[in-house]
């Protein structure tokens, strides 16, 4: 199976299991994932930071998004466009359908935030492994997006149900160091990159 292929299969068998959590399950474990993500010193100190819009059965981060608010921190999500780039803007108006139909702030009313100057980016994902390898939908935005803010944290975020034996990976594509799942936080161990996998 060449990798495209082995790509697709394993999209589909990820969102398939995402897709099979009931309602009250997905919105308990989106609720435990929030208060992993709150517990992260990278988002204590945070200002700014990138966010996405839940899509279909994707983890629910709006109750971790009022904590943020709450205190004040600026909080920026995706606008995309069709030649492969995302910008970050801050929303002062309700979202709008974007190119994938999924809700974004409208670049007309609302405020761009320069990559160098976030803090943080929450990354969503289809599909995640033990060694910080990502599945995303195959557009590669956040691949190119991530290259541009390096001093911001990247915080992989998925249900335990998207855990893949192995994703397999291309040059282009990033691994992370931090994931968290209603499990709770994950950190990549670099000493071991190849034995250790990830430690709580």
Same mark, same amino acid.
């Given at each position: 199976?060449?990798? @495209?292929?082995?790509?697709?299969?394993?999209?589909?068998?990820?969102?398939?299991?995402?897709?099979?959590?009931?309602?009250?399950?997905?919105?308990?474990?989106?609720?435990?994932?929030?208060?992993?993500?709150?517990?992260?010193?990278?988002?204590?100190?945070?200002?700014?930071?990138?966010?996405?819009?839940?899509?279909?059965?994707?983890?629910?981060?709006?109750?971790?998004?009022?904590?943020?608010?709450?205190?004040?921190?600026?909080?920026?999500?995706?606008?995309?466009?069709?030649?492969?780039?995302?910008?970050?803007?801050?929303?002062?108006?309700?979202? @709008?359908?974007?190119?994938?139909?999924?809700?974004?702030?409208?670049?007309?009313?609302?405020?761009?935030?320069?990559?160098?100057?976030?803090?943080?980016?929450?990354?969503?994902? @289809?599909?995640?492994?033990?060694?910080?390898?990502?599945?995303?939908?195959?557009?590669?935005?956040?691949?190119?997006?991530?290259?541009?803010?390096?001093?911001?944290?990247?915080?992989?975020?998925?249900?335990?149900?998207?855990?893949?034996?192995?994703?397999?990976?291309?040059?282009?594509?990033?691994?992370?160091?931090?994931?968290?799942?209603?499990?709770?936080?994950?950190?990549? @161990?670099?000493?071991?990159?190849?034995?250790?996998?990830?430690?709580?």
């Amino acid at each position: 199976m060449d990798l @495209v292929s082995e790509k697709r299969e394993l999209r589909r068998l990820a969102l398939s299991r995402r897709d099979a959590l009931e309602s009250e399950a997905r919105a308990a474990a989106s609720l435990a994932l929030c208060r992993a993500l709150a517990s992260l010193p990278e988002l204590k100190s945070a200002s700014r930071v990138l966010a996405f819009v839940p899509v279909g059965s994707e983890c629910d981060l709006r109750a971790f998004y009022g904590l943020l608010r709450g205190r004040g921190a600026a909080l920026a999500f995706p606008v995309t466009a069709q030649d492969g780039k995302m910008e970050a803007y801050i929303p002062d108006a309700p979202l @709008v359908p974007g190119l994938y139909s999924i809700p974004e702030p409208d670049p007309k009313t609302s405020l761009l935030l320069p990559p160098e100057e976030l803090d943080a980016v929450l990354v969503p994902c @289809v599909g995640f492994d033990a060694q910080g390898n990502r599945l995303g939908h195959g557009a590669g935005y956040y691949d190119r997006y991530l290259r541009r803010c390096p001093q911001a944290a990247a915080i992989l975020t998925a249900f335990e149900a998207q855990r893949l034996e192995h994703v397999p990976c291309e040059e282009h594509d990033l691994s992370f160091s931090l994931l968290v799942t209603e499990k709770g936080v994950f950190r990549r @161990v670099h000493d071991h990159p190849f034995s250790g996998g990830w430690q709580k």
